[in-house]
């Protein structure tokens, strides 16, 4: 078993609609949870970065997190055509160790259709 | 803003050939990694370097080799390139106090 579980999709909605992405994860260590989005042909960008659970929010993104369930989620409002990417979870036990490597998911490709 | 840059964007080279990849990252981060990411395999750590001259093995060495002279500088180098070895390269690098990764643009590798 994986220890970051995420839907590769393909997943397309309308523009406009309310876009949710999810992560699961068994390690109960993980403890900072990040979301990168990557356009097509190019290098993951950072978007988000949490490290508790509930809720944060950044413009028409926020990110939600649920330790107990060990279950993560994107969720993006007003979806636009450029926000059509793959969208990366990454996940870690520790912020600040040396040495410390990130577990990313597979990604979930996203297609907002105009 | 963190910049990271690779060499190239498109590399193409014949089996046996060794090849190089170049990474640069102006923002004085400690910590520098390489991945390769395939369809439905996600990112997969290749080598990372926490100091200069200091390197670790991650989850997939084989076939690779790391050099890293400079703080900014962090080379992924294939001894004989072979055709498994077709990918998209992406380096990244962090500061050595918090875990958030800086990527670079990628060098998409295709080996004949």
């Known amino acids: 078993q994986k220890e970051v579980e995420q839907d590769p999709g393909p997943l397309s909605v309308p523009e406009g609609a309310i876009v949710s992405l999810n992560c699961t994860y068994s390690n109960s260590a993980f403890q900072y949870f990040m979301w990168y989005r990557q356009y097509s042909r190019k290098g993951p960008e950072l978007l988000m970065y949490t490290y508790s659970s509930g809720n944060k929010e950044d413009g028409r993104f926020t990110a939600q997190v649920d330790k107990s369930s060990k279950y993560i989620s994107l969720f993006i409002r007003d979806s636009q055509p450029s926000d059509s990417a793959t969208y990366l979870c990454?996940?870690?036990?520790?912020?600040?160790?040396?040495?410390?490597?990130?577990?990313f998911g597979t990604g979930t490709r996203l297609t907002i259709i105009p | 803003d963190v910049k990271v840059t690779q060499s190239s964007r498109y590399l193409v080279k014949r089996t046996g050939e060794k090849v190089f990849l170049e990474c640069v990252q102006d923002m004085d981060h400690e910590n520098m990694f390489w991945y390769r990411q395939d369809p439905g395999l996600g990112l997969r750590l290749i080598y990372f370097s926490y100091d200069v001259k200091m390197k670790e093995k991650g989850d997939i060495p084989e076939g690779y080799s790391v050099s890293r002279e400079k703080k900014e500088r962090f080379s992924l180098i294939l001894e004989s390139a072979s055709t498994n070895q077709t990918s998209m390269y992406l380096c990244a690098s962090r500061t050595g106090l918090y875990n958030e990764q800086f990527f670079g643009p990628g060098t998409r590798l295709t080996v004949l």
């Open positions: 990454a996940m870690s036990a520790y912020r600040d160790f040396g040495n410390e490597k990130l577990t």
